[in-house]
């Protein structure tokens, strides 16, 4: 049937014909050698480098601490066997973890509070269109910019117990006596002064990233809907609470979480200012588990203690997550 | 008539006044600390070490002994060499890994990009402490410990995310017509990435080439962690670790240091940070 019926007139055979030759030409072209596949095929060979490098240095170390944790690894010993959550166990018995839990928790808070009123007042002024306005704002993010380690070095000196700038300064408007006298602070040699010291300049360095970072906020506000809320009426404090706040609160977010990050996992100033000391008074996690994992070599106790930052870390993550995912990129 | 203008000129410097008036004790706070090292770099020691006097100004010669001292007596020349070639050798591999990474979730609409693009991202939050302890034994199994390799391998994983997400935002906005056109003209998605995106995403590559020098010039607890060679640290961990020696401080040098390397790199950043709020906020503001 299906013979005869393909059968017919020399002048209506070869168009069918041409017809089938374009059809069988098409079909042996393989799914690689389509334009959309050869596209992601040239995509994934691209990308996968840094999934691998990202996989391998970071992926695999985060598996393997959670691994470390569980074991009894140190720097002297190369063979470590699984101890179960012993070493969790012991954090929680010690009541150094507790003190650096509370340090860490209490540092971010406190420095968080400052950064924001500071970063807050400072974004308001350089949004105000003034001569040398780019100029000044690149004095005042200076602190940020500068690397870590060599900022803290000048706090250092500037705490310095005897020679202290902070301290001269302060004796000289009259609020503490000269040197040797009582009142005469030694701002990382004191408990409650060290941990202020530190909160100071983790403060310092960050304010103007929290400026920054609002200022970049501030500016996306389109002036018509300010200007619109004030031909209703509205007071600025109006404006500011439900026209810009609004607004900026996503960049507002992912400014917070970044440097709640960067402030819950900065090792640098503690540990050159005061290393944890006087008594503990500044120990803070990050440094906890420098000087149990590296320093006394119990790899495996220091795993279990930086994974602690892990669950004080995962929301904030997760809260960042998922504004970036609402974002159109 | 000629007071309205004058009086409008005047509000403006009133203005201006209240302005600078509140800005001042901002500024002073920021710059202060750097200005009291700078100080310091240049006091002789007899000046330094006295509470009689005014000590924010000169009160004997400036001078240049504590620069000189770093270069004939510590290692601070070997570490400025090392953090160099960490850095130029940061800045090549992460070349090499994000800009095809970033090209590819750009342009290339491969399936889940922006999930991929995000999860990529986050790694750069996923902070140094929590992987510093495993890193360790991943570069001793490699053999880099105490050599400034170590610091090569480990500083991508903090520049390769970011530099990524900056370089998938600049790509995105190279019009897809030119790739397209040379696509026709005979061109392959490579010869296309290669002769068009990458000569027209020149600044784009150097804002990235910047970050990797920046961002791994932040780091201490990497180059603490894995370095301990004296000569092989880079200049951010040598200068706070090794010119402290016991309880003697040698604030002058030590400040020396801190701002030769500091300065530079800090004005570097400076002129780029806009970009890196750009990068971290989605490309918010601008």
Redesign the interface.
Same mark, same amino acid.
């Given at each position: 049937m299906t013979a005869s019926s393909s059968r017919g007139g020399p002048e209506a055979a070869s168009p069918r014909a041409a017809a089938v030759s374009i059809a069988v030409r098409a079909r042996p072209r393989r799914w690689f050698s389509s334009q959309t596949s050869?596209?992601?095929a040239?995509? #994934?060979l691209?990308?996968a480098?840094?999934?691998l490098?990202?996989l391998l240095?970071?992926?695999?170390?985060?598996l393997? &601490?959670l691994f $470390?944790a569980l074991s009894d690894a140190s720097v002297a010993d190369t063979t470590a066997s699984f101890v179960g959550l012993e070493n969790f166990r012991a954090a929680f018995e010690s009541d150094v973890f507790y003190i650096a839990l509370r340090n860490s928790i209490g540092f971010t808070v406190v420095a968080a509070i400052f950064k924001g009123l500071?970063g807050t007042s400072?974004a308001f002024?350089?949004l105000?269109p003034?001569?040398g306005r780019k100029f000044?704002r690149?004095?005042?993010?200076?602190?940020?910019?500068?690397?870590? &380690?060599?900022?803290?070095?000048?706090?250092k000196?500037?705490y310095?117990s005897?020679?202290s700038?902070i301290n001269?300064f302060l004796s000289r408007i009259g609020v503490i006596g000269t040197?040797g006298s009582a009142g005469w602070p030694v701002w990382l040699g004191e408990p409650h002064l060290a941990l202020l010291a530190c909160i100071m300049v983790n403060v310092?360095r960050n304010f103007?990233f929290s400026a920054?970072?609002l200022l970049?906020?501030f500016? &996306?506000v389109p002036t018509e809907i300010l200007d619109a809320a004030r031909v209703d009426g509205t007071s600025f404090f109006q404006r500011f609470r439900h026209v810009v706040v609004p607004m900026i609160a996503?960049?507002l977010l992912?400014?917070f979480l970044?440097d709640t990050?960067?402030t819950?996992?900065?090792?640098?100033v503690v #540990?050159?200012l005061t290393q944890g000391g006087p008594a503990n008074a500044t120990k803070i996690?990050?440094v906890l588990?420098?000087q149990v994992?590296?320093q006394a070599g119990a $790899?495996g106790r220091?795993?279990a203690i930086? $994974?602690f930052?892990?669950p004080l870390?995962l929301p904030l993550?997760i809260l960042?997550?998922r504004n $970036?995912?609402r974002?159109e990129? | 008539m000629a007071a309205a203008p004058r009086t409008q000129r005047q509000k403006e410097i009133r203005r201006h006044l209240w302005i600078y008036g509140a800005i001042t004790p901002y500024v002073i706070v920021a710059i202060f600390p750097i200005y009291w090292m700078a100080l310091t770099a240049f006091k002789q020691d007899p000046d330094l070490y006295r509470m009689d006097q005014f000590p924010l100004w000169f009160h004997l010669a400036p001078t240049w002994k504590n620069f000189s001292y770093l270069f004939y007596s510590t290692n601070y020349g070997a570490w400025i060499v090392n953090t160099m070639m960490i850095a130029a050798w940061v800045a090549v591999i992460t070349l090499l890994i994000a800009v095809p990474a970033g090209y590819a979730l750009a342009r290339l609409r491969i399936p889940g990009s922006e999930n991929l693009g995000i999860a990529v991202f986050m790694t750069y939050l996923v902070p140094g402490i929590i992987l510093f302890i495993p890193l360790a034994r991943v570069v001793s199994m490699v053999g880099l410990q105490d050599s400034w390799w170590a610091l090569v391998l480990v500083y991508p994983t903090i520049t390769i995310p970011f530099c990524t997400w900056l370089l998938m935002g600049f790509f995105k906005t190279v019009p897809m017509e030119m790739e397209e056109a040379a696509r026709v003209d005979g061109c392959g998605y490579l010869g296309a990435l290669l002769r068009i995106v990458l000569p027209v995403s020149v600044p784009g590559i150097l804002t990235a080439v910047i970050f990797a020098f920046t961002l791994s010039m932040q780091d201490f607890l990497y180059g603490l962690a894995f370095v301990a060679p004296g000569d092989q640290k880079p200049v951010t961990v040598g200068v706070p670790t090794e010119l402290i020696r016991g309880d003697v401080y040698y604030w002058g040098s030590l400040m020396a240091a801190a701002l030769m390397v500091g300065l530079p790199v800090a004005i570097l950043y400076n002129f780029f940070l806009d970009r890196f709020i750009q990068g971290i906020t989605g490309g918010v503001g601008k």
């Open positions: 050869r596209r992601l040239f995509g #994934y691209l990308l480098p840094a999934v490098y990202v240095l970071v992926g695999a170390p985060f393997f &601490s $470390l500071l400072l002024l350089l105000q003034f001569w000044i690149g004095l005042v993010v200076i602190p940020f910019t500068l690397p870590i &380690s060599i900022s803290v070095l000048g706090w000196w500037m310095d005897q020679f700038v001269w040197y310092w103007p920054i970072v970049a906020g500016t &996306s996503p960049i992912i400014g970044f990050v960067f819950l996992s900065d090792l640098g #540990y050159l996690l990050p588990a420098y994992g590296i $790899l220091g795993a930086a $994974l930052l892990f870390l993550m960042m997550l $970036l995912k974002r990129y | -």
